[in-house]
């Protein structure tokens, strides 16, 4: 009887088996990802595909009864905005190492945002540094051919270019940074880890951040938000709850990679100054007065303070106010000649100290500098910014 008893049992799993009958494993996770195999690659792959992202994505649909304002104006900003960014996608050349021919690879993708009815994309710099052609996919999936205009690495900001058509480009509208108050809420739109269109929400966690850029320069007054951003969010727009633009994503500070709640975006003032010389000289305008420094680094050896003039350039406006940088005596000596320590009463320090304010103020802008001479004898100096290679 036992042995019937055991011959019947296999034979009733044998059957639910041949019928497709599931039993339940609480150890095995309900998941396409869980087990490698010929179909597992197409099931990884189907989150990222365009098609689906799009379809997800309603801009006319009727909203659902019984939501928040908040939430109604969450929606309305993200519909207005979402047809204004974009995803970028930079390609960089290889040589095969053993049959020497030369091929185009993907290097990394980001978002940007159309800047203009002209064809202008903003981005980072860093989503499309030591990339060899470019191209962009606009918010109705079409992909074009990008040219980059302009680049500012010390800023982490960059310009493309499309040929697009004018009904398709639709431009955000442009706010202030310098209003911003700690607590706003702010919205991040991009294309984190490949998948466009994404909305994440949050606030202005700080102000007056600085980050290093990829130039070397440190990047000041960043935003600081705990919206969540994440690899592919750079470059794309950093949005009030109006709706404008108010940064531009650029960096996650997180141990694992992906966002810890700490982002940081390029205020959108600055971003206001340099596009325009972007587009129009392909670089940002430097406002100088015509002095070559002593490196930070010297000075501090040295025990000097502030930044240390080594050479004035003639006929500049350092030139014309009387600087005066490092001389030697008939023994081949080196003498100390002037050294700036303040612009405008705001005491500076190093190097990128001046460049900041500098920068802050642009070309065309006067300047009051406290000098101190070899002597330590502190004087005012007036001055105009000028444009300078």
Not at 166 to 187: A, F, H, K, N, Y
Not at 305 to 330: F, K, N, S, W
Request: hydrophobic share 40%; net charge negative; proline share 6%.
């Amino acid at each position: 009887m036992r042995t019937l008893l055991l011959i019947l049992l296999a034979l009733v799993a044998g059957l639910a088996i041949g019928l497709g009958l599931e039993t339940s494993n609480p150890t095995v996770p309900n998941t396409a990802y869980a087990t490698e195999g010929p179909d597992s690659a197409t099931a990884a792959e189907a989150p990222s595909q365009p098609a689906a992202a799009i379809e997800a994505t309603d801009f006319t649909s009727p909203l659902p009864e019984g939501l928040g304002a908040q939430e109604r104006r969450d929606i309305d900003v993200f519909r207005r905005a979402a047809d204004s960014v974009v995803s970028i996608t930079t390609l960089t050349r290889q040589r095969d190492f053993f049959s020497m021919n030369v091929f185009e690879i993907p290097r990394g993708s980001g978002s940007g945002f159309v800047w203009d009815q002209g064809g202008h994309v903003v981005t980072n710099y860093h989503v499309i540094e030591n990339g060899n052609r470019f191209s962009v996919t606009l918010a109705d999936s079409s992909v074009w051919d990008a040219s980059v205009v302009g680049i500012a690495p010390n800023h982490d900001l960059a310009v493309l270019q499309i040929e697009g058509q004018r009904e398709q480009l639709q431009p955000l509208t442009v706010g202030r940074s310098r209003e911003l108050v700690v607590g706003q809420r702010v919205m991040a739109i991009g294309n984190p880890f490949g998948l466009d269109q994404t909305l994440t929400v949050g606030v202005v966690s700080a102000l007056g951040r600085e980050l290093k850029s990829p130039g070397g320069r440190q990047i000041r007054d960043l935003i600081q938000t705990d919206a969540a951003i994440n690899p592919g969010n750079s470059g794309g727009p950093l949005l009030d709850s109006s709706g404008r633009l108010i940064g531009v994503n650029t960096a996650i500070y997180s141990p694992s990679g992906a966002s810890a709640g700490i982002g940081f975006a390029v205020p959108v003032d600055t971003v206001s100054r340099l596009v325009p010389q972007l587009i129009t000289n392909g670089r940002p305008i430097r406002p100088s007065i015509g002095i070559v420094p002593v490196a930070d680094s010297y000075a501090r050896r040295s025990g000097l303070d502030g930044i240390v003039v080594r050479r004035v350039i003639p006929g500049t406006p350092a030139a014309r106010a009387g600087l005066e940088g490092l001389t030697q005596d008939r023994r081949r000596r080196v003498l100390l000649g002037d050294r700036i320590v303040a612009v405008n009463g705001e005491s500076v320090s190093t190097l990128d100290d001046l460049l900041y304010i500098f920068d802050r103020l642009g070309v065309g802008a006067q300047v009051r500098l406290t000098v101190v001479d070899a002597d330590e004898k502190p004087r005012e100096v007036e001055l105009q910014l000028t444009a300078l290679n």
